[in-house]
T-cell receptor
């Protein structure tokens, strides 16, 4: 089945800096890669997603890139703000065996003013 | 106008007890899920239901029994609670089963003493 690894586990940046979170997946048949943001004590919420027929997608300060050959994808946040502080999860929709969303282990992002 | 709701929000109980968590979505979605988030924040699928039918049971002990009386509801009953069941349980829903955005409920924080 699908396995998703996520790095780093924690990331501290200064306000205005960029932040990059990286994930790798194992199932070459996976074709959908969402990113979720979870604020402290709250529910995970989708912030951006990418499908396997696209290499990059951007939404304001957030962008995601996908390298299918290397089986990795990344989240890029530019001009970080304190309200970006949260735990970010990558995920992969595995298509081999039971189809399901498999989450990475999460990255705790702290943006200091 | 809450999209995905869960009750109760908090649940504190003794080992060996039986408890239920209820989930409702008013998005008209066909697919619902239960996830478990442990103390390290790992998010793992437990069950997936599509059109009231069980799709995935992710090697969850049979003390956990989901029930979907209709497409808008997915409840979780847990028998003989154990200390290791302490976690946050999230319900989620999506339009269909596949590469779809999943919308999470607010979570139920279960503490087994």
């Amino acid at each position: 089945g699908e396995n998703v690894e996520q790095h780093p586990s924690t990331l501290s940046v200064q306000e205005g800096d960029s932040a990059v979170i990286k994930c790798t997946y194992s199932d070459s048949a996976s074709n959908y890669f969402p990113w979720y943001k979870q604020e402290l004590g709250k529910r995970p919420q989708l912030i951006i997603d990418i499908r396997s027929n696209v290499g990059e997608k951007k939404d304001q300060r957030i962008a995601v890139t996908l390298n299918k050959t290397a089986k990795h994808f990344s989240l890029h946040i530019t001009e970080t703000q304190p309200e970006d502080s949260a735990v970010y999860f990558c995920a992969s929709w595995g298509n081999t065996g039971f189809q399901k969303l498999v989450f990475g282990t999460g990255t705790r992002l702290l943006v200091s003013p | 106008d809450t999209a995905v709701s869960q009750t109760p929000k908090y649940l504190v109980t003794q080992m060996g007890n039986d408890k239920s968590i209820k989930c409702e979505q008013n998005l008209g979605h066909d697919t619902m899920y239960w996830y478990k988030q442990d103390s390290k924040k790992f998010l793992k699928i437990m069950f997936s239901y599509n059109n009231k039918e069980l799709i995935i049971n992710e090697t969850v002990p049979n003390r956990f029994s989901p029930k979907s009386p209709d497409k808008a509801h997915l409840n979780l009953h847990i028998n003989s609670l154990e200390l290791g069941d302490s976690a946050v349980y999230f319900c989620a829903s999506s339009q269909g089963y596949g590469q779809e955005t999943q919308y999470f409920g607010p979570g139920t924080r279960l503490l087994v003493l």
